[in-house]
């Protein structure tokens, strides 16, 4: 694919949104994947505690294929279809305003590593993570002719 001169700004834009949610994801899927008290808490909170270990994997391929040019839809899309999850799990179980003694439960180890969650970062993460890779999507397809805006 050459760049033409219009569309070089918006690859620019979607390299900054690339970038930034293969950083969110990036952390995530090592908390999950190295076994992060907090995060096995929450899972099994969640009731799935097998799931840390799926959406970690998922996570840290999105990251991937987030960072490969030819990959890069793919992992847009992998990762929408992941941060659906998780603001769905927030909506549902864990809570917008997330309480770490909740989750921790009588674990003084997930406490720990859930203090400074409280609130609601973590769901605000991952609803701008979400819109990011949405926003990757639409500029992706439109980088590519995919999607074309209606004459006025």
């Known amino acids: ?23 969110i994801l990036a952390m995530a899927a090592f908390a999950k994947l190295s076994g992060d008290p907090g995060s096995v808490a929450m899972f099994e909170f969640l009731g799935a505690p097998w799931g840390r270990l799926v959406v970690g994997a998922g996570e840290a391929l999105a990251v991937v294929l987030l960072l490969v040019p030819r990959a890069t839809l793919f992992g847009a899309m992998l990762s929408s279809v992941l941060m659906i999850g998780a603001v769905g799990a927030h909506l549902t179980k864990l809570g917008i305003s997330l309480d770490p003694a909740t989750i921790a439960g009588d674990n003084p180890a997930a406490l720990e590593s859930l203090s400074g969650m409280e609130g609601p970062t973590m769901f605000i993460m991952a609803v701008g993570a979400l819109a990011a890779s949405i926003g990757i999507i639409v500029l992706r397809l439109f ?9 006025g």
Not at 2 to 11: F, N
Not at 143 to 151: F, L, Q
């Open 1 to 23: 694919m050459s760049v033409t001169g219009s569309s070089k700004p918006l690859i620019i834009v979607s390299w900054v949104l690339q970038i930034a949610v293969a950083g």
């Open 143 to 151: 980088i590519r002719g995919g999607v074309r805006p209606e004459a």
